[in-house]
């Protein structure tokens, strides 16, 4: 016998579900599961960065003289220091751009773009300046770029060319 951990939780059976559902279901699981990828990626990035501070402390013996610093590489301990921020540096942009995402429902940049363009007001402004009368000058450049792109007008033919052409 089978138990539907799903039905168990209240989910209900998958089988009702309409294709729609499942999608975003699955979209939203996609989302989770990069949100703990980078958790976790920070979590062993932040492991690493510590283990590689730790190692560099110097803690004396009882008969050694603190008052002398052990020997030490500048070059190796740069190259520690800048591998280790930029672990914990991208894994926790990652953590945080995964979760912003995760919460707001967005799956690609492009809705990102297309989100951040309505929160901002850009879409109230772009409908307002196709909303405005275009002026002499615009229409005439843009009527000489649809006769070049629908090829009524050759860009590269000579002045001469055209004026026998128009005879």
């Given amino acids: 016998m089978s138990f539907d951990f799903g039905k168990l939780?209240?989910?209900?059976?998958?089988s009702t579900k309409n294709d729609a559902v499942l999608k975003y279901n699955e979209r939203r699981f996609y989302q989770m599961a990069t949100f703990y990828g980078f958790t976790l990626l920070t979590y062993i990035a932040s492991k690493i960065a510590y283990r590689g501070v730790i190692s560099r402390r110097y803690n004396p013996t009882f008969y050694q003289h603190n008052h002398v610093p052990p020997k030490f590489n500048f070059y190796r301990d740069a190259m520690a220091a800048v591998?280790?921020?930029t672990l914990l540096a991208t894994s926790t942009f990652g953590m945080v751009g995964a979760g912003a995402f995760?919460?707001?429902?967005?799956s690609s940049l492009?809705?990102?773009t297309f989100r951040m363009k309505k929160f901002l007001g850009g879409?109230?402004?772009e409908k307002a300046l196709k909303a405005l009368p275009e002026d002499e000058?615009?229409?005439q450049i843009t009527s000489s770029l649809d006769d070049i792109l629908s090829g009524k007008s050759d860009i590269f033919s000579t002045d001469e060319e055209?004026?026998?052409?128009k005879k």
């Fill in 162 to 165: 055209i004026a026998k052409s």
């Fill in 102 to 106: 995760w919460y707001y429902d967005i």
């Fill in 110 to 112: 492009r809705e990102f």
């Fill in 123 to 125: 879409d109230e402004a």
């Fill in 137 to 139: 000058e615009t229409k």
């Fill in 9 to 14: 939780l209240g989910r209900g059976d998958a």
């Fill in 83 to 85: 591998t280790h921020a």
